[in-house]
C-alpha cells in the first residue's frame, strides 16, 4: 500500500519516517474498525449481559492506567525504542485475534472470553504506547509534528470509515459466527501491517537536535500543579460523562430499535466523516472562544446527541445523532489536547503525559460502568441514554461555568492533532 503525502522534509529519513507513520496510522485504522464498532455487537450476539459490555469498554482502561507506568522501565532495559516496541506491540495486537476464538468454547464461557480478549492485551498496550511516543517523537522534528498529526487522524478515519463499511457488508452476507471470525482475523493481519510500519522508522532527531542545555528546570509532579489538577479534573469529567452511555448505545439500536450490522456501519461512518469535517474549524473556533469554551459547547452537542437517540422513534434519525456525536467528540479531543498543552512546561512534558494518559484511563474506566450498571438493574434503556444525555450537559456546564471557568483560556494557541493509538 503506497501513500502519496507532500510534506516539505529535509531528510531523507524523515521523509521515510514521515511515510512510515501515516502508513502505520492507516493499517491500524482498518484493524481497529473491527474493535471499535463491532466488537460490542458481537459481543451482544454472544449474549453478553450490559454489566459484561461495561467491562468489555472499561477494564482495558484500569489495566492500561497501571501498565503505562511501566513503560519507562521498558525502555530503560532497551537498546531503542524499536526494540521497545516490538514484543508489546505484537501482545497489543492481540486484541484483534483473541475474539475469533470466543465461539469455539462454551455459550456461558463467550462473553467472559471476551473481556479477558481485551483485558490482556492492555497490559503490553500502555508499554508499547509509551515506546511509541518516543519513537515518534525521534521520527520527525518538531516542525512537522503539527502536519504529521493532522494526516495521521485523516489516514485513521480513513482506515476505519472504508474497513467499516466493508466489515458492515461482510457480517450482513455471510453465516455467523463465521462472519466475525474471519473479520477479527483479517483485522489481525491489517494491525501486522502497522506493526511492520512501525519497525521500519529511524531515529534522526536525537542526531540532528542540539542537546539540551545544562540549565534546563528540573521536572516537576504534575500532581503537585494547580494549572495540571485543573486540566485533569477537565479530563476526568469530560470522559466519564461521554462514555457512560457508550456500552449501552449498541444495545438501545439493536434491542429497541433492530439495528443491524450494516445500519451500524452506516452509524460509525456518520461519526466519523462528521468528526473528519469539525476538524478543518476548531483552529478558528479555539483562536476565537478558547480550548476551554470549545470543550464545554462540545460536550453540551454530544448531550444533544444522546438525547436524540434516546429519544428517536426510528434509525434514520439516530444517523444524525451520529454526526453530532461524532463532530462533537472530535471537538472535545482536539480542545483538551490543546488545553492540556498550554497549561504544561515544556522541561516537564513527558511527566504530564503519562499523569495525563493515567487520568483519561480513569475516566474511561469509570464512565462505561455507570450506564452498564444501570442498565443491568433493569432500567430501561431510554432512561439510561437520558440519564447519560444529563450527565454530559452538566460537564458542559461545569466546564465552563464551574469553579474551573477561568482557568488559561488561550485565543492565541492552535491545538495540534493527536493521531495517536
Given at each position: 500500500m503506497r501513500f502519496g503525502v507532500s510534506v516539505d522534509c529535509s531528510l531523507p529519513d524523515?521523509?521515510?519516517?514521515?511515510?512510515?507513520?501515516?502508513?502505520?496510522?492507516?493499517?491500524?485504522?482498518?484493524?481497529?474498525?473491527?474493535?471499535?464498532?463491532?466488537?460490542?455487537?458481537y459481543?451482544?450476539?454472544?449474549?453478553?449481559t450490559p454489566l459484561e459490555l461495561g467491562l468489555i469498554s472499561s477494564l482495558p482502561a484500569i489495566i492500561l492506567l497501571f501498565s503505562s507506568a511501566l513503560g519507562g522501565w521498558w525502555l530503560a532495559h532497551s537498546r531503542t525504542p524499536q526494540q521497545a516496541?516490538?514484543?508489546?506491540?505484537l501482545g497489543h495486537r492481540l486484541l484483534f485475534l483473541l475474539p475469533a476464538f470466543a465461539p469455539f468454547l462454551p455459550e456461558s464461557w463467550q462473553p467472559a472470553w471476551l473481556i479477558f480478549s481485551v483485558a490482556v492485551p492492555a497490559i503490553p498496550q500502555g508499554i508499547a504506547s509509551i515506546a511509541f511516543m518516543v519513537l515518534m517523537r525521534q521520527a520527525v522534528h518538531d516542525r512537522l509534528m503539527p502536519s504529521l498529526l493532522s494526516h495521521r487522524q485523516m489516514a485513521l478515519n480513513i482506515g476505519i470509515g472504508i474497513a467499516a463499511l466493508a466489515f458492515g457488508l461482510w457480517l450482513e452476507q455471510a453465516p455467523f459466527p463465521l462472519n466475525y471470525q474471519v473479520m477479527f482475523v483479517v483485522a489481525f493481519l491489517f494491525a501486522l501491517?502497522?506493526?511492520?510500519?512501525?519497525?521500519?522508522?529511524?531515529?534522526?532527531v536525537p542526531a540532528h537536535d542540539p542537546a539540551p542545555q545544562a540549565t534546563t528546570p528540573p521536572q516537576t509532579s504534575p500532581w503537585r500543579s494547580?494549572?495540571?489538577?485543573?486540566?485533569?479534573?477537565?479530563?476526568?469529567?469530560?470522559?466519564?460523562?461521554?462514555?457512560?452511555?457508550?456500552?449501552?448505545?449498541p444495545l438501545r439500536l439493536i434491542d429497541d430499535l433492530s439495528?443491524?450490522?450494516?445500519?451500524?456501519?452506516?452509524?460509525?461512518?456518520?461519526?466519523?466523516?462528521?468528526?473528519?469535517?469539525?476538524?478543518?474549524?476548531?483552529?478558528?473556533?479555539?483562536?476565537?472562544?478558547g480550548n476551554q469554551a470549545m470543550i464545554a459547547a462540545a460536550m453540551i452537542g454530544t448531550a444533544l446527541a444522546a438525547l436524540l437517540i434516546a429519544l428517536a422513534p426510528s434509525l434514520p434519525l439516530t444517523l444524525v445523532a451520529a454526526a453530532l456525536s461524532g463532530a462533537s467528540w472530535t471537538a472535545v479531543g482536539v480542545g483538551i489536547y490543546g488545553f492540556f498543552t498550554e497549561n504544561t512546561p515544556p522541561q516537564s512534558m513527558t511527566s504530564y503525559s503519562i499523569a495525563y494518559q493515567q487520568v483519561i484511563g480513569l475516566g474511561l474506566f469509570i464512565g462505561p460502568m455507570i450506564g452498564?450498571?444501570?442498565?443491568?438493574?433493569?432500567?430501561?434503556?431510554?432512561?439510561?441514554?437520558?440519564?447519560?444525555?444529563?450527565?454530559?450537559?452538566?460537564?458542559?456546564?461545569?466546564?465552563?461555568?464551574?469553579i474551573f471557568a477561568r482557568i488559561g483560556r488561550s485565543r492565541r494557541l492552535r491545538p495540534a492533532m493527536k493521531g495517536v493509538k
Open positions: 524523515e521523509r521515510a519516517n514521515y511515510r512510515y507513520l501515516v502508513q502505520d496510522i492507516t493499517w491500524f485504522g482498518l484493524a481497529f474498525a473491527a474493535t471499535s464498532r463491532f466488537l460490542s455487537v459481543a451482544i450476539r454472544l449474549g453478553a516496541l516490538l514484543l508489546p506491540g501491517m502497522s506493526e511492520r510500519a512501525c519497525l521500519k522508522i529511524r531515529a534522526i494547580q494549572r495540571f489538577l485543573r486540566v485533569a479534573t477537565v479530563v476526568l469529567a469530560s470522559h466519564i460523562a461521554f462514555t457512560s452511555i457508550v456500552p449501552v448505545t439495528a443491524n450490522e450494516g445500519f451500524l456501519a452506516l452509524f460509525g461512518l456518520a461519526e466519523l466523516v462528521a468528526g473528519a469535517t469539525i476538524t478543518l474549524f476548531t483552529s478558528r473556533i479555539v483562536a476565537r472562544i452498564s450498571t444501570l442498565a443491568n438493574s433493569g432500567t430501561p434503556l431510554v432512561l439510561v441514554v437520558l440519564a447519560g444525555a444529563g450527565l454530559r450537559l452538566a460537564a458542559g456546564a461545569f466546564i465552563e461555568h464551574g
